[in-house]
């Protein structure tokens, strides 16, 4: 894991009327830096986004095509499973409900993110519908920079960050789970930061 400024920090008085899980800490108007590898660097004109059924590309859009896309406005608060929180982060991008209704894929109840450097990340699909999760392309007010995701990355704010993936390119619909890159060494398989769900069997 290649870790970069910000990653100390500390708890900080109160919790924010409660909106602080147990065994994180508030990093106020740091927004720390953690990947798994080299920030990758896409250039526009060659990005594209793709959801797969199985992994037969069902839908696909460049990147003024996913521009196009109705974008909605996200103000939630971040938690990362190496113990820092972030308040009120504000993003723009499409929900997941979009991309996946573009597709018909009935016996799906899994979804895969996946991004360009290899990584992937698996949630059930209770985790990644009803309003819950975004692809983001955009952050407090600006594009999205590399060293946080950009062009795009996937946003679960419910969920431990591990699980909002950097970099993403698509989404691959399963009708059965298939843990990602943190999951298969050892990351819990779910990630619910209220659970301290942080590794496997927690």
């Known amino acids: 894991m290649v870790i970069s400024r910000g990653f100390l920090g500390r708890r900080r008085d109160g919790d924010r009327g409660g909106r602080l899980p147990p065994g994180q800490y508030d990093v106020g108007d740091r927004f720390p830096v953690l990947s798994a590898g080299p920030t990758p660097h896409t250039p526009l004109e060659r990005w594209d986004f793709t959801v797969e059924i199985g992994r037969q590309p069902a839908a696909r859009w460049s990147w003024d095509e996913f521009q196009a896309l109705p974008h909605e406005e996200i103000s939630v608060d971040i938690h990362c499973v190496t113990k820092w929180s972030k308040f009120d982060t504000r993003w723009s991008g499409v929900s997941l409900d ?10 799906a109840a899994f979804v895969v993110g996946f991004s360009d450097g290899g990584y992937t990340t698996n949630l059930p699909l209770a985790d990644a519908t009803g309003g819950k999760a975004w692809i983001v392309d955009r952050y407090d007010g600006g594009p999205l920079d590399p060293e946080h995701g950009g062009p795009a990355r996937l946003l679960v704010p419910h969920l431990y960050f591990w699980k909002s993936a950097k970099w993403v390119r698509g989404l691959r619909l399963l009708d059965h789970d298939e843990p990602g890159f943190w999951e298969t060494l050892g990351y819990h398989n779910r990630g619910d930061p209220w659970l301290e769900q942080r590794y496997s069997g927690d």
């Open 98 to 107: 979009a991309l996946i209704e573009a597709v018909s894929a009935p016996m």
